[in-house]
């Protein structure tokens, strides 16, 4: 998981390289291009089929994984690496808001509210933290991309949820990736003829081809931590990829956050684990979080 949240961080990086000169459907139409490209040959390695026998499962999940990928990849072009991250790894919230959404719906139909006291403090403490990491930072087109990586981290934990679903339908990783590979890089070249393509013959452009890479490897990394059943170790060294962005961005971008900013990232990442131990508490066969 480590080694996963580093390739993820570096993947950041290859993405703040390449977005002064390619616009963010580019980016993520090549991100997908080349996902699908290697997992379909790993697939063939594998002698896993990617036929499906779920495709509207598959398309709900590809289409949230989309949207995440979409605007975590805009947010990072135009805020600090480290809060692009911490916003994106803001999905145990958003899940965990939901399960709050669900109890206080519960609750009017006699169902006690009570229990889920703990679960509602930490979504608080989370959200806590987003104001103090987005208050140095609202203004013009940060504004944007602050709203842009609340976005990815609300559609990271739609597309979770659609994972595990897919999960308990009997679908391998490698397919389900696979299929949101392939409708990242529809979306991104379908967005790339309407806007316009930059030119490839350019050294820039060779900032593409890791970034596809690195996603993949990471999302191996990712697969294989939660394959060992240590759901709860692994969803918290996750966070390890804040720490990486954050010192990608003071060596390589001159990123100076104020302590409020950084005690914003403490605070999401303290309630980001808190959410994932309440939830493997409450429900310790959950399958495991998937990131977009």
């Known amino acids: 998981m480590v080694a996963g949240a580093g ?3 570096s993947m950041g990086v290859c993405i703040k390289m390449a977005a002064p000169y390619f616009h963010t459907l580019e980016i993520v139409g090549y991100r997908g291009a080349i996902g699908a490209l290697v997992l379909a040959l790993l697939a063939r390695w594998r002698g896993v089929s990617l036929a499906t026998r779920v495709p509207a499962m598959h398309l709900w999940r590809s289409l949230v994984g989309t949207v995440s990928l979409l605007s975590w990849f805009y ?6 690496l480290p809060t692009a991250m911490t916003l994106n790894y803001m999905s145990s919230i958003w899940v965990a808001a939901f399960l709050v959404g669900g109890a206080v719906l519960l609750q009017r139909q006699g169902q006690p509210l009570r229990h889920q006291a703990p679960l509602m403090i930490t979504v608080l403490v989370g ?3 987003v104001v103090l990491v987005l208050r140095p930072t609202f203004d013009g087109a940060a504004a944007w991309g602050g709203l842009s990586g609340l976005l ?3 559609s990271a934990a739609l597309a979770y949820l659609q994972v595990a679903a897919l999960a308990r339908a009997g679908e391998p990783e490698t397919r389900t990736v ?8 529809v979306v991104g070249f379908a967005g790339t003829l309407a806007l316009g393509a930059s030119p490839l013959l350019r050294e820039e452009a060779l900032w593409l081809l890791p970034i596809g890479l690195l996603a993949m490897l990471g999302q191996l990394c990712m697969t294989r931590a939660y394959a060992s059943g240590a759901t709860l170790l692994a969803a918290n060294l996750q966070y390890f990829g804040i720490a990486f962005a954050a010192l990608y961005g003071l060596l390589l971008f001159d990123d100076r956050l104020p302590a409020s900013g950084w005690i914003g990232i403490g605070l999401i990442v303290a309630s980001g684990a808190a959410a994932t131990f309440l939830r493997q508490r409450a429900a310790p066969r959950l399958p495991a979080e998937e990131h977009a």
């Open 152 to 154: 990815s981290g609300l």
């Open 75 to 80: 947010a990072i072009a135009v805020l600090p």
């Open 178 to 185: 696979f299929w949101f590979s392939v409708a990242a890089a």
């Open 7 to 9: 390739f993820f961080a």
């Open 127 to 129: 959200f806590g933290g």
